[in-house]
């Protein structure tokens, strides 16, 4: 698939996914990584080391500094796949220097999929045995 790239990088990883938007502030625990948003779909899961897929951000601008701060503790996906990157996702990414892309058709993408994010060339690739 391919996409439009908001944060420069490589990442392979396994996708975790979420149909619904994502609050980082107030929604994603900054020292664990984990989705604390009450009755979020991926509420309890941890986002550490994954490719995290969903469709856009919600929510305060705080949450740029949130992805920021997972980063920094070390909690943080290894990248991001929107259908639309809004402000508050682009500049965290930005920050965090986390791979980022967007414009990409989440629905074909399941939870659990390999994942080859290559957002300096705008491409997303399934890697399904």
């Known amino acids: 698939m ?15 996914v979420s149909k619904e938007p994502i609050g980082f502030y107030g929604g994603v625990d900054i020292k664990t990584g984990v989705i604390i948003e009450k009755n979020h ?20 601008t705080v949450g740029s500094y949130v992805i920021y701060g997972l980063k ?3 909690v943080s996906p290894l990248g991001i796949i929107n259908e639309e990157t809004e402000t508050i996702v682009a500049t965290g990414v930005i920050l965090a220097g986390i791979p980022c892309i967007d414009k990409i058709d989440i629905s074909k993408i399941e939870n659990g999929d390999k994942i080859l994010l ?12």
Not at 41 to 60: A, N, R
Not at 118 to 129: H, L, T
Request: glycine share 14%; charged share 30%.
């Open 41 to 60: 779909p991926l509420e309890g899961k941890s986002i550490k080391d994954k490719i995290l897929v969903f469709p856009c951000g919600k929510g305060s």
């Open 2 to 16: 391919n996409g439009r790239m908001i944060s420069p990088g490589k990442c392979r990883g396994n996708a975790i």
């Open 72 to 74: 920094k503790n070390n």
């Open 118 to 129: 290559d957002s300096d060339n705008g491409i997303v690739e399934i890697e399904r045995k």
